[in-house]
C-alpha cells in the first residue's frame, strides 16, 4: 500500500498530539510533499448539464444527484453519504491498487467505515452494502485524523451557500470546520449542484485534487448505471479519449514476408555492397548471402528444417551472423548462446530447448551434434527456397529465469520484421552501424536487421573493441559510423572513447535496456548535437522494443526521462490488476499488444498463458511486462519500477532470484539475499547478502560458485556474510534493514 511521506504511515498509529490516525491511504504522487500550510482550498465540479458542457466541466460526465438515481442503486434508498462513500473507496481503489479502503464518514456523526471493493460485485449492490455497514459503524473516536473523510450535505448545512464561486470551478471554503467535525486531510462532500474536495493545499498538488474531483463524478455516473465494480475504471471521457490516443502506434502497412528473404533480396540487389564488419573480416551482400546459403544447406543435410531450432554459438565474429542467417534459410530458428558462459549455464539453455543441432563452439554436450562452419567445401551457394510461413519461429532467445533455470522467448519472423520496420521513427536505414551489444542480447537484433534488410553495412566490435578504449577508438576512426544500437552504459564509454572528431557522421543513437542517464543525454548533446538520440524501451517478449523518445536538452535536466510513446504497430497500455486503463498519474502495469509480440516461452504454456493474455480491446492478445510505469498528463510514458524481483544489469534482464540459487548452491549457506546498489556517482552494483552455517564461506569460496552457472555479468560485485539474514514481524526478509547494513554485522 502506498504510504504518505513525511508523516506517520499506518491507521492507529499514535500521533505527536496524542491521537490516532485512520481512512484511507492515498497515492504518494498525489501529495506535494510539503507540510501543512494552514491554507484550505477547495475544488468544486458541478453536476453536467443533460446533453451538454458546462463551462467548468467541458467533458461532462454521467453523473447524477443521487435522489435521481435510476436502477437498483437507486431503489436501495441509499444514503448521500454511502452513495458517495461508494464512490470514493472505489476511486481509492483505482489509485492505490488497495481493494480494502478505510474512510471516515459523517452520517451526521463521525465513524470509522471501511469499504471492501469487491470486483464480483455490481455497483447497486456495493452501495447497499455500505449503506448497511454504515448503520451498523463504530463512532470515529476522539482525536482521530482522517485521510480522507467523506460527509453528505446535512453536514454542511446548505452547502455552497456563502460561498464565491472563482475560477476554473473552485469555491473560497470559508467553513472548513462544517465539512466534517472531524480533523482530516481531504474531505469529499456533497454539495448543492455538484461534489467538493476539500484539501490543504500545503499537502495536495490542486491540479491533481481538481482531476481527483472529475474522475469521482465518472464514478458516480457508473453508480448509477449500476454496473460492475469490475468496469469501473475512475476515468473522465477526456482522459479515455487521451489514452487511446497515447496508447496508440500508428497503423502502417509492413510486408507479410521471412526476415531472411528481405537480406536475400538486398543480395541480389546489391551483391558488392559492404554487409558486415568485424575486425579484419568484411563481407559483401552477395558473399554473405553466399556463405550463409552453404551452410545453410550443411544444415538441411544435418535435418535442420521448418519447426526445428538450432543453437549458434554467438560470440562477436562475422560467422556468427552468417550461421544466424543460415539458419533462418533452412527455415528453422535459431537459439544464441553466448560461448564465454559457464559450461552448466549452456548445457542448461541446450537442454530446455531441446536442440540437436549447434553452428560452432565446443562439442561434448550430450545429444546436440556440432558443425563446423568453416568446412562447406562442395557446398551449392545460390538460395536455398526452403518454404518458410512468417508464423514460423526466427530465434528463441534466453532470459533469466526466476527458479534458477533460464527461459526461452519464441520470436517468429513476423515480429521481427513488424519490429524492424518500425525502425523508421528514427529516419531512413543505417548506412553504417555500430551493434554494440552482443548477439545473444536481443537488442542486437534491432541494429543488425535495420542494417541488413536496408542495405547498410553492420559494424561488429570484436571483443578487444568492445572493452577496450583505445581499439574502439582505433575502430570509430577507421570506420564512419552514422547509427549506434547500445545501451547506455556502453553508449557513454562510446563517447568517452570516441570524441567529437570520431563521430562527424552520427545521425542517430538508439539505446535501451537500461535507465537513462540525464547525464548522458546532456553528453551526447554536447558531442553530437546533430544526432538524434533515442530512449527505446520493450522486453524480449516484444521483439526488441515497444516504445521510443527522442531526447532532448530538458531530458538533460530533468531525473526522470519518458520512454516514449508506442511504435508503429503496436499499443503499449498502461493498465490496473483488472487489466482497466490506469488514471494518468497512477502507476499500473506496462502491457503491450500488437503484431511484434512473441509466441511465448518456449515450451513453458503454464508461463505462457501466465503474461499473454487475451486482449482486453478483444481480437488478440496482450502481454504483462512485468514493468510498473504511468503516464503523465502529457501523455508521456514513465518507468516505475518491477512488480517482481527482475531487473536490468547491464543492459540484460535478470532475475534476482537465479542469482540467489546460484550462491545458495554453496554447501555453507543456509539463504542468500540480492539486491542492487548504486553509489553516489557509481556504476550499479550487485550486492549479494549471505546466511551461513558453521565455518562462513570466504568470498573467494562464493564467486567460484557463482561463475559455475551465472554468466559474468550477472555475478555478485559484492558479498555480505551474515550470521542470519534480518526478518520482520511477518517472517519475511528485511530488506531495508539489509539495504542500511543492519542489523546483523558482517563476518
Not at 444514503?79 to 476511486?91: C, D, N, R, S, Y
Not at 522494443?545 to 530533468?558: E, N
Not at 542469482?659 to 549457506?669: L, Q, T
Request: proline share 9%; hydrophobic share 40%.
Amino acid at each position: 500500500m502506498n504510504r504518505l511521506p513525511g508523516r506517520t504511515a499506518y491507521p492507529g498509529d499514535a500521533q505527536p498530539d496524542g491521537g490516532v490516525r485512520h481512512g484511507g491511504e492515498l497515492p504518494a504522487w498525489l501529495r506535494c510533499g510539503s507540510v501543512p500550510s494552514g491554507t484550505t482550498d477547495t475544488v468544486f465540479r458541478p453536476w453536467p448539464a443533460p446533453g451538454g458542457a458546462t463551462p467548468d466541466h467541458p467533458q461532462p460526465e454521467a453523473a447524477t444527484p443521487v435522489s435521481a438515481w435510476p436502477g437498483s442503486a437507486g431503489a436501495a434508498g441509499a444514503v448521500p453519504e454511502a452513495v458517495l462513500a461508494a464512490a470514493v473507496a472505489i476511486l481509492l481503489a483505482r489509485h492505490t491498487g488497495e481493494p480494502e479502503v478505510r474512510l471516515a464518514v459523517v452520517t451526521p456523526h463521525p465513524v470509522a467505515l471501511t469499504v471492501l471493493v469487491d470486483e464480483r460485485e455490481r455497483a447497486g449492490d456495493l452501495v447497499r452494502r455500505v449503506a448497511e455497514d454504515l448503520r451498523t459503524a463504530s463512532p470515529l473516536p476522539t482525536g482521530v485524523v482522517a485521510r480522507v473523510a467523506v460527509a453528505g450535505p446535512a453536514a454542511r448545512g446548505g452547502a455552497g451557500s456563502g460561498e464565491d464561486e472563482g475560477a476554473g470551478g473552485r469555491r473560497e471554503a470559508t467553513e472548513l470546520a462544517a465539512v466534517a467535525p472531524v480533523p482530516h486531510e481531504l474531505a469529499v462532500r456533497w454539495a448543492d449542484g455538484g461534489v467538493c474536495l476539500d484539501h490543504d493545499t500545503g499537502l495536495f498538488d490542486p491540479e491533481v485534487v481538481a482531476a481527483l474531483a472529475d474522475r469521482l463524478l465518472a464514478v458516480l455516473g457508473e453508480l448509477a448505471e449500476d454496473r460492475p465494480v469490475r468496469d469501473v475504471a475512475a476515468l473522465t471521457t477526456a482522459e479515455r479519449a487521451a489514452i487511446t490516443t497515447w496508447s496508440s502506434g500508428e497503423a502502417q502497412p509492413v510486408e507479410d514476408v521471412c526476415l531472411h528473404t528481405l537480406i536475400e533480396r538486398r543480395a541480389a540487389a546489391e551483391p558488392a555492397r559492404t554487409a558486415l564488419v568485424c575486425g579484419d573480416v568484411a563481407l559483401t551482400y552477395g558473399e554473405l548471402n553466399a556463405r550463409a546459403n552453404r551452410l545453410g544447406r550443411r544444415l538441411r543435410a544435418a535435418g535442420a528444417g521448418p519447426g526445428d531450432l538450432v543453437a549458434v554459438f554467438a560470440g562477436r565474429a562475422a560467422e556468427s551472423v552468417v550461421a544466424m542467417l543460415a539458419v533462418l534459410k533452412t527455415g528453422a530458428a535459431y537459439v544464441p548462446v553466448e560461448p564465454s558462459q559457464p559450461a552448466d549455464r549452456i548445457r542448461r539453455i541446450l537442454a530446455d530447448s531441446g536442440v540437436r543441432l549447434a553452428v560452432g563452439g565446443a562439442t561434448g554436450f550430450p545429444g546436440v551434434r556440432v558443425l563446423d562452419p568453416g568446412d562447406l567445401a562442395g557446398e551449392a551457394d545460390h538460395d536455398l527456397g526452403v518454404p518458410v510461413r512468417t508464423a514460423d519461429l526466427a530465434y528463441v532467445i534466453y532470459t533469466s529465469g526466476s527458479t534458477g533455470v533460464p527461459k526461452g522467448v519464441a520470436v517468429s519472423h513476423r515480429a521481427i520484421v513488424v519490429s524492424t520496420h518500425a525502425r523508421g521513427v528514427g529516419g531512413p536505414p543505417p548506412e553504417c552501424d555500430l551493434v554494440t551489444m552482443p548477439l545473444c542480447f536481443d537488442g542486437a537484433a534491432g541494429g543488425l536487421y535495420w542494417t541488413l534488410t536496408g542495405g547498410g553495412t553492420a559494424v561488429l566490435p570484436t571483443e578487444s573493441e568492445a572493452r577496450d578504449p583505445l581499439a574502439l577508438r582505433a575502430l570509430l576512426r577507421r570506420v564512419p559510423i552514422t547509427h549506434i544500437h547500445s545501451v547506455p552504459s556502453h553508449y557513454g564509454l562510446v563517447l568517452e572513447a570516441a570524441g567529437e572528431e570520431c563521430l562527424s557522421r552520427l545521425r542517430l543513437v538508439s539505446v535501451g535496456g537500461e535507465p537513462m542517464p540525464p547525464r548522458l543525454v546532456a553528453r551526447h548533446l554536447l558531442t553530437c548535437p546533430d544526432a538524434v538520440l533515442l530512449n527505446d524501451y520493450g522486453p524480449t517478449e516484444c521483439a526488441v522494443w515497444a516504445t521510443a523518445h527522442p531526447c532532448g536538452i530538458a531530458d538533460a535536466a530533468d531525473g526522470r526521462i519518458p520512454i516514449g510513446g508506442p511504435l508503429p504497430n503496436y499499443r503499449v497500455e498502461v493498465l490496473d490488476a483488472g487489466l482497466r486503463p490506469a488514471p494518468p498519474g497512477v502507476i499500473g502495469e506496462i502491457c503491450v499488444a500488437g503484431p511484434a509480440l512473441a509466441r511465448g516461452y518456449h515450451r513453458r504454456p503454464g508461463l505462457t498463458a501466465a503474461r499473454f493474455l487475451p486482449d482486453p480491446r478483444g481480437g488478440g492478445r496482450i502481454y504483462r511486462t512485468g514493468d510498473r510505469g504511468f503516464w503523465s498528463p502529457a501523455g508521456e510514458l514513465h518507468i516505475a519500477g518491477r512488480t517482481d524481483s527482475q531487473v536490468k544489469i547491464r543492459g540484460f534482464r535478470v532475475e534476482l532470484g537465479e542469482i540467489e540459487a546460484a550462491v545458495a548452491g554453496h554447501p555453507s549457506v543456509t539463504g542468500c539475499f540480492v539486491t542492487l546498489r548504486t553509489p553516489p556517482g557509481g556504476a550499479e552494483q550487485v550486492i549479494a547478502f549471505v546466511a551461513a552455517s558453521g565455518a562462513p564461506p570466504t568470498e573467494d569460496e562464493l564467486r567460484a560458485v557463482a561463475a559455475a552457472t551465472l554468466p559474468a555479468y550477472m555475478r555478485p560485485d559484492r558479498y555480505v556474510v551474515l550470521a542470519e539474514l534480518p526478518r520482520n514481524r511477518n517472517g519475511k526478509i528485511d530488506v531495508a534493514a539489509l539495504r542500511a547494513g543492519e542489523p546483523v554485522e558482517s563476518r
